[in-house]
C-alpha cells in the first residue's frame, strides 16, 4: 500500500496537465501513486493521461470526477489536486514528516501551507496558517491531505455540484478529530483569470451546500463554541458571494430564512451588512452595497488623486534643480530589465565615459535579473523621479511615460528595438485594428517631439522613422549597439551558450522565432510544431521563441524528450540565442534583420502573408526581397529544410542582398559611435567609420564542416 494517493481531476484542458503531473512525478519522495480523474477519457486531456500512465507505472487511470479517484485510491492518505497545480519540491517528504511526528500520526486531516499565484501579475498570497483555524471550511481542499481510513469509516464524499469544496469541507469538518498543520508552501495554485462573476445557479448551489452542511450538523452534539465557528465561516461565504455581485432577491431571502433557522445559541451577528442578511432586508442591502462600492471608488480614486500630487509635486521640485551633466539614465522594453541597445550602449559607455553615472530603470520584479553591477533604480519611485528630472541624457527603446518632461539642455536618443517591416507611427492610422491599439496619436507623437536622436541600423530604417515620426530629431546612422555582438563573440562563447542550452554537437540548431500577430489566429492549427521536430529527422534541434505552443501537447513533449526541441521563450538574451543556431526560422519577425549580420541561412514561413500585410501594414513586400528561400505551407517548410535548399547557394545569393539593404551599419562598432557622438561630444567625423560588409567578420556557426555557402 503506498504511502500517498495524489488524486488529479483532469478537465478538458491538456494543457494544464503537465504542470500538476510532472512535479509530482519528480518528487524526491517516492511511495505513492499518482490517479488521472477524467470524466472524458477520449479528450485530448485523457490522451494525455493515458500517455503519461503508459510512461510510469505510478500513474493509474481512471473514469469520473475526484470520488472515482477516492474509490480507487489505495494509500494511507489521499491529497486532492486539479490540473495546474503544482506540488513544490521535496513537499511530500516535508508531509511525510510531519505526519509521523508525535501527536500528528494519528491526525485525520493535515492542512498545507500554499500559495495563489495571480493570473497576470503580482505577488503570490501565501497561507501559512500563523491566524487561520485550521478546521475552516474555506481553507482549500487542494491544500490538505486526508488520512483515507477516516474518510472511509464515515462515508465522506463530494457533493454535486460547482460549490463542491465548501459542502465536503463542512462535512469532514464535522466528522473529523484531530486536525494539524504543515506551515511550509507545499501547493501553489496559479489563479484563473475569471469573468463575469458567478451566475444565479451557482450562487444558489452554494446555499445548497451551506444548508447541506448546516442540517449535518443540527443532527449532532457540537459544543457550543464549535457550531457557532462553523455558523460563521460558512455565512462568512455567504456574505462575501452577496456583497461581490447582485446576488438576487431570491438568492438574499433564502439565506436569510437559513441564518434564522440554524443560528446556533449565543451566536452574534456582527456587522450591518451581516444583520441586513440575517433580516432578509434584501431593498437595504443593495442599497447599502451600492453607496458602498461608489464610497471605495471615491477612496480610489482620491487615493490616486493624492498620489499623482504628490509625485507631480516631487518631480517639479527635481525639476528645479540643475541637470546633472555626468548622469546618463537607460530603460528598455517598458522596464522589463537589462536588454536590447539600451543595454549595449550602457556596457559601452561604462568602458569609454567612466565618468558618466549611468543609472538603469526596471520594473522592481525585474530587480533580481538585474546584473549586480548595475545600478538599478526602480520605475515610479522617488528615485525614478529624481533622476528622470535631473539627467543630461536619457536612452530609450520605447517611450518614456507621457508626464515625463523633455528639459532644455537635456539629450534623448530612441534606440528602437527593430528594423520595421510593419508599418509604425502614424502609418498605422489608415489600419484600424492596429490604429485602435495604439490610442492617441496625438500624444504619441508628442512623446516623439522629446527625441534629439534617433538611431538607425540601415537606410530604410531612417526613411521610415522620418515618415512614421515627423519630428526634429537627428538620426544616427551608426548602427543598432545590440548587434555589436554579432561580430565581437567568440567561437568558444558560442560554444558555451550551445552547451548551456543543451544542444548536441552534432545537430544542425535551427532557432523558430514567428512573430505576433495584431488579429486572431489560431497557430497551433496551423502549424504542427510537433510534426515538424519529427520530420525533420535527427539532424535538426530546434529552438523554439514562443510562448503558445507548449501549452499541452504530447507530441511536443516527446519532441523534448527526444532532444529534438529546446524551448528558449525565457531566455532574457535573445542575442544569446542567436549566436547559439545555425539558422533561423521566422515569418514577418524583425528579427530576421538582426540575424542577418550573422551571415548565417534564413528561411522565411508566410502562410498568412495576405492576411498580415493587409491587416498589419508592411513597408516592403517581403516574399519578393526575403533573407533566403521562401515557405508558404508546412510541407514546403519541412522539404526546404531537409533536402538542404536552405543552405544552397540560391539561399545565399538572397540573404547577400538582404544584407546589403539592410546590414550597413551594424559592424560591431555601433555603441561605440553612440557613447562617442552623444556622452562624449565627438564630431562625426572622429567616430569609428562603418566596416564595409564585405569585410566584416561575424562570429562563425557553432559547426563550420556544416554545408554552407556564401556569396561573398
Known amino acids: ?57 505510478r500513474v493509474v487511470r481512471v473514469t469520473g470526477a475526484r470520488d472515482a479517484g477516492l474509490r480507487a485510491a489505495t494509500g494511507t492518505y489521499v491529497l486532492f489536486l486539479e490540473a495546474g497545480d503544482v506540488l513544490t519540491p521535496g513537499a511530500l517528504a516535508g508531509i511525510d514528516a510531519r505526519l509521523r511526528e508525535p501527536g500528528t500520526a494519528e491526525a485525520d486531516v493535515l492542512r498545507l501551507g500554499h500559495a495563489r499565484v ?58 473529523a478529530g484531530e486536525s494539524a498543520v504543515l506551515p511550509t508552501v507545499c501547493v501553489r495554485r496559479p489563479e484563473r483569470r475569471r469573468g463575469g462573476g458567478t451566475t444565479p445557479a451557482a450562487r444558489a448551489e452554494l446555499l445548497d451546500q451551506v444548508e447541506l452542511v448546516l442540517d449535518r450538523a443540527a443532527g449532532q452534539e457540537l459544543s457550543g463554541d464549535r457550531a457557532r465557528a462553523l455558523f460563521t465561516q460558512l455565512f462568512a461565504e455567504v456574505l462575501d458571494t452577496a456583497v461581490a455581485a447582485p446576488c438576487g432577491r431570491a438568492f438574499f431571502r433564502r439565506a436569510g430564512r437559513l441564518h434564522r433557522r440554524y443560528r446556533p445559541a449565543g451566536h452574534r451577528t456582527r456587522g450591518v451588512r451581516a444583520r441586513l442578511l440575517r433580516r432578509g432586508a434584501y431593498t437595504a442591502f443593495r442599497a447599502l452595497r451600492t453607496v458602498g462600492l461608489r464610497a471605495a471608488r471615491t477612496r480610489a480614486y482620491a487615493a490616486r488623486s493624492v498620489l499623482r500630487r504628490r509625485r507631480a509635486l516631487l518631480y517639479a521640485w527635481y ?25 549595449a550602449i550602457h556596457r559601452k559607455a561604462r568602458e569609454l565615459a ?15 535579473h538585474m546584473p549586480e553591477d548595475v545600478e538599478s533604480v526602480v520605475i515610479g519611485g522617488r528615485r ?8 543630461k541624457y536619457t536612452f530609450n527603446n520605447v517611450n518614456f511615460e507621457h508626464a515625463v518632461r523633455k528639459r532644455p539642455g537635456s539629450v534623448h536618443v530612441q534606440t528602437h528595438h527593430g528594423t520595421p517591416l510593419k508599418r509604425m507611427g502614424v502609418d498605422q492610422i489608415e489600419y484600424r485594428a492596429v490604429a485602435a491599439a495604439t490610442g492617441s496619436f496625438g500624444k504619441l507623437m508628442r512623446r ?130 542567436c549566436l547559439a543556431s545555425d539558422a533561423l526560422i521566422t515569418d514577418y519577425s524583425s528579427i530576421m534583420f538582426d540575424y542577418a549580420n550573422l551571415d548565417r541561412p534564413i528561411v522565411t514561413y508566410a502562410d498568412d502573408w495576405d492576411v498580415y500585410r493587409d491587416t498589419r501594414g508592411v513597408y516592403f513586400d517581403l516574399l519578393a526581397e526575403p533573407p533566403g528561400h521562401v515557405a508558404r505551407t508546412q510541407d514546403e517548410l519541412i522539404r526546404v529544410l531537409t533536402s538542404g535548399e536552405w543552405s544552397d547557394r540560391r539561399s545565399a545569393e538572397l540573404r547577400s542582398r538582404f544584407r546589403e539593404r539592410f546590414c550597413a551599419f551594424d559592424d560591431g562598432q555601433a555603441a561605440e559611435r553612440v557613447v562617442r557622438r552623444v556622452l562624449l561630444g565627438q564630431p562625426e567625423e572622429e567616430l569609428p567609420p562603418p566596416i564595409p560588409l564585405r569585410e566584416r567578420l561575424p562570429v562563425p556557426a557553432a559547426a563550420a564542416s556544416r554545408p554552407r555557402t556564401s556569396a561573398h
Not at 121 to 147: I, K, N, Q, S
Open 448 to 577: 516623439a517631439d522629446r527625441w534629439d536622436c534617433s538611431l538607425s541600423s540601415n537606410s530604410h530604417s531612417t526613411e521610415v522613422w522620418s515618415g512614421a515620426y515627423p519630428s526634429a530629431f537627428t538620426h544616427l546612422e551608426y548602427g543598432y549597439p545590440r548587434n555589436d555582438r554579432f561580430y565581437t563573440a567568440t567561437p568558444g562563447e558560442v560554444a558555451a551558450i550551445r552547451a548551456r542550452l543543451g544542444i548536441p554537437e552534432d545537430r544542425v540548431a535551427l532557432l523558430y522565432a514567428p512573430t505576433y500577430r495584431d488579429y486572431p489566429r489560431d497557430v497551433s492549427a496551423q502549424f504542427d510544431l510537433a510534426r515538424f521536430c519529427a520530420e525533420l529527422g535527427e539532424e535538426f534541434v530546434v529552438l523554439l521563441r514562443a510562448h503558445y505552443f507548449l501549452d499541452g501537447d504530447a507530441g511536443l513533449r516527446r519532441a523534448v524528450a527526444d532532444g529534438q526541441l529546446i524551448d528558449v521563450t525565457s531566455l532574457r538574451d535573445t542575442e544569446d540565442v
Open 384 to 391: 525614478y523621479w529624481e533622476v528622470m528630472a535631473r539627467a
Open 118 to 175: 495571480p493570473w497576470w501579475e503580482g505577488e503570490p498570497v501565501v497561507e501559512l496558517f500563523e491566524d487561520r483555524d485550521p478546521a475552516d471550511v474555506r481553507l482549500p481542499v487542494w491544500a490538505t491531505v486526508y488520512r483515507r481510513a477516516f474518510l472511509r469509516e464515515h462515508g465522506l464524499a463530494f457533493p454535486a455540484g460547482p460549490c463542491a469544496d465548501l459542502g465536503w469541507a463542512g462535512l469532514v469538518a464535522l466528522a
Open 319 to 343: 525639476l528645479r534643480r540643475p541637470l546633472d551633466e555626468n548622469l546618463a539614465v537607460f530603460a528598455a522594453y517598458w522596464g522589463r530589465g537589462y536588454a536590447c541597445n539600451p543595454a
Open 1 to 57: 500500500m503506498p504511502r500517498f494517493s495524489i488524486i488529479v481531476t483532469v478537465h478538458d484542458v491538456a494543457g494544464r496537465l503537465p504542470t500538476a503531473l510532472d512535479p509530482a512525478l519528480a518528487q524526491s519522495f517516492t511511495d505513492f501513486e499518482l490517479i488521472t480523474a477524467c470524466a472524458a477519457p477520449d479528450s485530448p486531456a485523457g490522451a494525455l493521461a493515458a500517455e503519461y500512465a503508459e510512461r510510469d507505472s
Open 354 to 368: 567612466p565618468h558618466i553615472r549611468s543609472v538603469f530603470l526596471v520594473k522592481e520584479k525585474e530587480l533580481p
